[in-house]
């Protein structure tokens, strides 16, 4: 069965500093991969998506994710967080069979000034 | 552009009281979802459906039920309120059922019972 895991419960990074939010997946074929985004009292936001191709992928707000085969990880990042990045963020594997998700557990994200 | 439209926002349940959530998309997407969202535990998908009439359940419809008699429409409904049934409900849907098809998401139902 399909499972993905988000190590981090909270992070907590200054304005300014990097970012990495850690993603491992669990599937047995060519995993579809999601970032989403969710402000609070929000739906979720589509951050970028993993199909196919060039490992490194781009996304909306300055976010890229890189895949990793060999690790199972499709990792988030960020050069430089601003304090609107502070959010809850779901990685998130399409399940074969009716487009399902199969979300990990989130990573809160708070940013200091 | 609505997108996916949830209603009610927030309601308060007692105990062993029903009621439906209602979720709308203008996009005539045919693959709709209901997911809950508790606490540490991400998104647990509820049930989804391919097209009108046809659903099927996900990881955890125990207590819930679905219908989806239009395109646009896909209400989740409560039949007996219980206190593990206090979640965050978002419905979701996706054109298609190709897993390179993102899901759009409503704002979300916030639902507590007492």
């Known amino acids: 069965a399909q499972s993905v895991t988000q190590p981090d419960i909270h992070i907590t990074v200054s304005e300014g500093a990097s970012l990495e939010l850690r993603c491992n997946y669990s599937?047995?074929?060519?995993?579809?991969l999601f970032w989403y985004v969710q402000s609070p009292g929000q739906g979720l936001q589509l951050l970028l998506k993993?199909?196919?191709?060039?490992?490194l992928v781009q996304g909306i707000k300055g976010f890229e994710a890189e895949f990793k085969r060999s690790q199972s990880s499709f990792n988030l990042r960020k050069p430089s967080v601003h304090w609107s990045d502070a959010a809850e963020y779901f990685c998130a594997v399409g399940a074969p069979g009716g487009n399902k998700l199969v979300f990990g557990a989130g990573t809160i994200l708070r940013v200091k000034s | 552009n609505a997108g996916v439209t949830q209603t009610p926002k927030f309601r308060i349940l007692k105990i062993g009281q029903s009621m439906t959530l209602q979720c709308a998309q203008d996009m005539n997407h045919n693959y709709m979802y209901w997911y809950r969202q508790d606490p540490g535990m991400g998104l647990k998908l509820i049930y989804y459906?391919?097209?009108?009439?046809?659903?099927d359940k996900g990881e955890v419809p125990n207590g819930y039920n679905v219908s989806r008699s239009t395109t646009e429409d896909f209400p989740l409904r409560l039949e007996l309120a219980a206190p593990s049934q206090t979640s965050v409900y978002f419905c979701?849907?996706?054109?298609?059922?190709?897993?390179?098809?993102?899901?759009?998401f409503g704002d979300g139902t916030r639902l507590s019972i007492l």
């Open positions: 599937y047995g074929a060519t995993p579809y």
């Open positions: 979701a849907s996706s054109p298609t059922g190709s897993r390179n098809q993102p899901q759009h």
């Open positions: 459906s391919v097209g009108a009439g046809i659903t």
């Open positions: 993993y199909f196919s191709g060039d490992t």
